[in-house]
C-alpha cells in the first residue's frame, strides 16, 4: 500500500522491540506508532447474552513480534513494509481501521515460502496479538473473524486462550469473498483445504477476564474483527454486532470518591460540555481536548453540597504526549493552577497524577469553573487535558483521598451468588425522581421487583417518591411535572405486574406530603426492638425529617437509616443530615452504589432482549432515564443506584449484606425469581 501518514484522535507508546532483518529484502520488523496498543491496557470487552465483537486494532499488547508486527491501517495512516502492493481497504472496515501483519514478502504461491518468517504453522510463535474479554457465561464459544483477502497466501490465521493453542483454534481458512471484507468460521484439515465450518472454537471453563490472542499464520494477512458466540449457528453480517470497549469495572475516580464515605464528588458527567471544546474520551469517563481543533477548553459546574471547608483533590490524568495545565476557579477567583507529571504509559491514573487544595472553603450554589491547556513534551506530540473530576473529602483528609490504590477489578469475574437473607423489621423507602437526575426511573423499578423477587414484599410498609420539595432551577416547572407522573406510573405499574403490593399506596411525597409523613410517621411509630424500620434515603432527607418530627421519639432507637451518597445527604431544604441524626435514629451508611450500579447501557440489554414482559417493563424505565432531556449525565447508562441499598438490606443488612451489589446480583434475583414461577 501506499506509505500515509496524518494526525490520528490518539497517541500512542512507542513500545522499543529487537529488529529482525528479513534475509529476502532486507527490511525490518520495526515499532511505530501504527504497531503500538490504541487502548489502554486496563480496559477489556464484556460478553453479553454469549455474544462479544472486538476491533482488531483494540489489542492491548503485541508479543513475538520480533519478525513480523501487526500495523494499523486508518483513512489517514498506514505503514508500507515489504511487499505489500494492495491498496488500503480502510474503506468498508469496521469503525474504519484494521491491522495488517507486516512486511508481507510471500504474495502469490511462486514467493519463496520461509517458515518461521513469512508462514507459521505452529500457533502462537508469530505476532501474537493479546485483547481482553470478560466471560460471564462460561463454555464454547465459537470464533469469527473478519478478513481481507486478495489471495492464497493471506487468508490464514490461529486464535488461542490465555497463553493455549488449542487444535480447534489453528489454521483459520478463508477461500471464498476474496478481495472484500468477509467474516468466516472455518479450520483447514489435511481433507479440506478450504475449511470445515463450526470447527474453529474455544472451550472457557470459567468465568473472568480472559487473554483471548491471535498470531500469525501467513502474513499479508488483513484483520477488522473477530466475535466470540455460544450460539454454534450464528453468522454476522455487514461489519457484525457493535463493538462496546469496557474501560475497567471500577474507574480510579469512582474508586477514590468511595474511599472515604464522607466524600463528595463532581465527576465530569457533572459538568456541562456543550460548547466548551471538551470531548469526552475512554468511555466518558475523562474529559478531553481535541489538539487538531484547538489547544485550550473551560467548563462549568456548581457545588450543591454542605457549605464548609474541604480538601480539594483535582482527579487528573498522566500523559505522556505533555504536561497540560489546569486552572481552577471559584466564583471567577482564581482558586490555583496545576499540572499533571508526565506518565511513562500513553495515560495514566493515580495519586501522582492528582491536584490537591486543602482547606478551601465552599458555599452552595458556588461556581466551579476548570480552565485545561494542553501541553507538549516535544512541541509535536501533544498531551489531550484529560481530567476526570473533583472531590471534596472533609479538611485533613484529603491526602489519604489522594493516595488511595487504585485495582481495576478486571482479573476475577464476579461469581458470588447473592443469599436473601433480610434482617429482623420492615423497610420503607423514600424517593426523589422529581429532582434533574432521573436515576429513580430504574431504581424504583428495581428496588419494588427486588422485593418482590425476594419475596419481602409484605415487609414493604411505606414507598414515597418525589421527595424534593423545593424545586430547583435546573429543571423546569413542566419537567417536574412530567418526573411527578412518571414516578407514579413506575411505582404503580411495576407494583401491579410484579405483584404482592396490593394493600401499599405509593405516595407522591410532594403533592400528598401530609399523607406522606402522616404514613411513614406511622411506620416509625409501629417499630420495637423486634420490628425496627429500615427506612432506605433514596433521595433528600427533608421527608425522612419530617416524619421523624411527627412520630414518638421514643420509637426513633428502633429506626435505622440506610444512606449511600452524600449527595442525597446535604441536599435537604429544610433537615440537615446531621438534624436527622439527632432524631436518636440509627445511620447505616455504605459505600456509593453508583459504583457497581450506574453502568454502560449494553450491560442491561439481557432485561432489554428478555421474553418476559415484566423484565422489560424495568429496562424501559432505565432507558427512560437515559434518554431524559434534563440532565446529560445519564447518557450511555444505566442506573439503578439507589437499589444497591435494598440489595444490601435484603442480603443481611449490617450482618454481612452486599455492600457493593451488581448488575449480576440484581439479574440472578430477577431470573431466578422469574423460572422458579412459571
Not at 225 to 240: A, C, Q, R, S, V
Not at 501 to 523: I, P, R
Not at 665 to 671: E, G, P, S, Y
Request: net charge negative; hydrophobic share 35%.
Amino acid at each position: 500500500m501506499a506509505s500515509r501518514t496524518g494526525m490520528n484522535n490518539s497517541k500512542f507508546i512507542v513500545a522499543l522491540f529487537v529488529f529482525s532483518i528479513i534475509s529476502v529484502f532486507g527490511i525490518y520488523a520495526q515499532t511505530s506508532e501504527l504497531s503500538a496498543s490504541s487502548i489502554d491496557k486496563k480496559n477489556f470487552f464484556v460478553a453479553y447474552d454469549g455474544l462479544v465483537a472486538v476491533e482488531a486494532e483494540h489489542f492491548y499488547i503485541q508479543s513475538n513480534s520480533e519478525i513480523r508486527q501487526w500495523y494499523r491501517t486508518t483513512n489517514n495512516e498506514g505503514q508500507n513494509l515489504g511487499r505489500d502492493e494492495d491498496e488500503p481497504h480502510h474503506k468498508g472496515a469496521s469503525n474504519s481501521a484494521y491491522l495488517e501483519i507486516l512486511p508481507d514478502t510471500r504474495v502469490t504461491h511462486a514467493d519463496t515460502l520461509i517458515r518461521g518468517e513469512n508462514f507459521s504453522n505452529i500457533s502462537g510463535k508469530m505476532g501474537v496479538l493479546h485483547y481482553k474479554v470478560r466471560i460471564n457465561d462460561p463454555g464454547r464459544y465459537y470464533v469469527w473473524v473478519r478478513a481481507f483477502s486478495t489471495g492464497g497466501e493471506d487468508n490464514g490465521i490461529h486464535v488461542g486462550l490465555n497463553g493455549e493453542w488449542p487444535e480447534h483454534g489453528q489454521r483459520m481458512q478463508w477461500c471464498e469473498g476474496k478481495n472484500q471484507w468477509t467474516w468466516e468460521s472455518k479450520q483447514r484439515t489435511k481433507e479440506v483445504h478450504c475449511g470445515v465450518a463450526k470447527e474453529i472454537y474455544l472451550d472457557i471453563p470459567e468465568a473472568g477476564v480472559h487473554d483471548i490472542q491471535f498470531s500469525m499464520r501467513e502474513d499479508g494477512f488483513e484483520f477488522d474483527k473477530f466475535l466470540l458466540t455460544k450460539d454454534p449457528n450464528y453468522i454476522p453480517k455487514g461489519e457484525g454486532p457493535k463493538v462496546t470497549p469496557m474501560w475497567p469495572l471500577v474507574s480510579y475516580f469512582k474508586q477514590i470518591s468511595a474511599s472515604v464515605l464522607e466524600n463528595k464528588t463532581l465527576p465530569v458527567d457533572d459538568f456541562q460540555i456543550e460548547g466548551t471544546g471538551f470531548y469526552k474520551d475512554a468511555g466518558g469517563k475523562w474529559f478531553a481536548i481535541n489538539p487538531n481543533e484547538r489547544k485550550e477548553a473551560q467548563t462549568t459546574s456548581t457545588f450543591n453540597f454542605k457549605e464548609g471547608n474541604y480538601d480539594m483533590i483535582f482527579v487528573a490524568v498522566g500523559e505522556s504526549d505533555g504536561q497540560s495545565e489546569f486552572t481552577i476557579l471559584i466564583n471567577d477567583k482564581k482558586l490555583g493552577t496545576y499540572s499533571p507529571s508526565l506518565s511513562e504509559e500513553i495515560f495514566e491514573e493515580g495519586g501522582k497524577f492528582n491536584g490537591l487544595f486543602e482547606n478551601v472553603k465552599f458555599e452552595k450554589g458556588d461556581k466551579i469553573r476548570v480552565i485545561s491547556k494542553i501541553g507538549s513534551a516535544d512541541g509535536k506530540e501533544w498531551a489531550r487535558g484529560r481530567w476526570a473530576g473533583i472531590i471534596f473529602a472533609p479538611v485533613g483528609k484529603g491526602k489519604e483521598v489522594q493516595g488511595t490504590q487504585f485495582s481495576a477489578l478486571s482479573e476475577v469475574a464476579h461469581t458470588r451468588v447473592p443469599t436473601v437473607k433480610p434482617p429482623m423489621g420492615r423497610i420503607a423507602i423514600v424517593a426523589d425522581g422529581n429532582s434533574p437526575d432521573p436515576d429513580d426511573l430504574g431504581g424504583t423499578a428495581v428496588s419494588i421487583a427486588l422485593l418482590r423477587a425476594a419475596g419481602l414484599e409484605n415487609r414493604l410498609v411505606h414507598y414515597s417518591h418525589s421527595c424534593d420539595l423545593e424545586r430547583v432551577e435546573r429543571i423546569s416547572a413542566a419537567a417536574e411535572k412530567e418526573r411527578h407522573a412518571m414516578m407514579q406510573t413506575v411505582c404503580d405499574v411495576t407494583a401491579r405486574r410484579w405483584g404482592g403490593f396490593d394493600g401499599l399506596t405509593f405516595f407522591d411525597a410532594k403533592w400528598q406530603q401530609k399523607e406522606t409523613v402522616k404514613d411513614l410517621s406511622n411506620a416509625i411509630n409501629a417499630s420495637t426492638a423486634n420490628d425496627p424500620l429500615w427506612i432506605v434515603e433514596a433521595g433528600e432527607p427533608d421527608i425522612i425529617g419530617l416524619a421523624l418530627d411527627a412520630s414518638s421519639k421514643e420509637k426513633h432507637r428502633y429506626v435505622k437509616v440506610i444512606t449511600h451518597h452524600p449527595a442525597n445527604d446535604d441536599a435537604g431544604d429544610f433537615y440537615t443530615w446531621q438534624q436527622i441524626l439527632d432524631f436518636g435514629v440509627e445511620e447505616v451508611r455504605i459505600p456509593d452504589q453508583n459504583i457497581n450500579l450506574k453502568v454502560n447501557l449494553p450491560e442491561w440489554d439481557w432485561a432489554k432482549n428478555h421474553p418476559d414482559p415484566r423484565i422489560q417493563w424495568i429496562w424501559i424505565q432505565g432507558k427512560i432515564a437515559e434518554v431524559d432531556d434534563v440532565v446529560r449525565f445519564q447518557k450511555g447508562k444505566w442506573d439503578c443506584s439507589d437499589a444497591g441499598m435494598v440489595i444490601y438490606w435484603i442480603t443481611g443488612a449490617t450482618d454481612g449484606g452486599l455492600e457493593q451489589g451488581t448488575v449480576a446480583d440484581v439479574k440472578k434475583l430477577f431470573l431466578d425469581y422469574i423460572e422458579n414461577t412459571k
